[in-house]
């Protein structure tokens, strides 16, 4: 008998078959019975009870210090990071507000010179037609069409709406386009309406 008493088993006291929902609701266990295998582990109070639950605040109380130097820690390393960031911040717009300048002055010089040519292309033009007329009316015009998907970049370029610009493959002369002017050039992107 005493071997029994002492000897290990599957059965395990306040551990049975799960109950349907009726039956528990008719018949609960007492909770300590309920969630413990047997009494025996239910610790009476007692001086070293006391003793480990202090032990335990005060482990929970070094445990919390910690938690709250590492938030101080962190707490200072969010506002440097944030300071780093708004120097950073400030340098790159001031550094755009350069660039917008910058290029509102190269717009500027693009506008100009622009103006500036665009007489002389006109003057070109009309001295061309001049001479086409002494020579006999013929005007010639050039289109070409959209590059396929296929195809892969243009290699044609259009310098002007005169002007059709195309390599030559010869890579050992310095200039190794060349150009061809016509009375209009009409790139890929200009519909045929």
């Known amino acids: 008998m005493e071997d029994q008493k002492h000897r290990w088993g599957w059965d395990v006291a306040g551990f049975g078959p799960r109950k349907s929902v009726e039956q528990e609701d008719l018949q609960l266990p007492p909770l300590a019975r309920r969630y413990s295998i047997s009494s025996s582990f239910i610790l009476p109070h007692s001086e070293l009870s006391k003793h480990a639950a202090a032990s ?20 200072q390393e969010v506002s440097e990071l944030s300071e780093y960031s708004n120097a950073k911040l400030d340098r790159v717009t001031r550094y755009l507000g350069v660039l917008a300048d910058k290029t509102r002055k190269l717009d500027q010089a693009a506008f100009e010179t ?5 007489p002389l292309i ?65 790139g890929p992107h200009v519909g045929q309406g």
């Open 56 to 75: 335990k605040l005060q482990r929970l109380k070094e445990k919390v210090k910690l938690a709250r130097e590492d938030y101080l820690e962190l707490r």
């Open 114 to 118: 622009e103006a500036r040519i665009s």
């Open 122 to 186: 006109n003057e070109k033009k009309r001295l061309f037609n001049d001479l086409l007329t002494a020579k006999g009316n013929i005007k010639v015009f050039c289109r070409t069409r959209p590059v396929f998907e296929d195809e892969g970049p243009s290699i044609v370029e259009f310098p002007d709406d005169f002007t059709i610009r195309i390599p030559t493959g010869d890579d050992t002369v310095a200039n190794s386009k060349k150009d061809f002017e016509f009375d209009r050039v009409y």
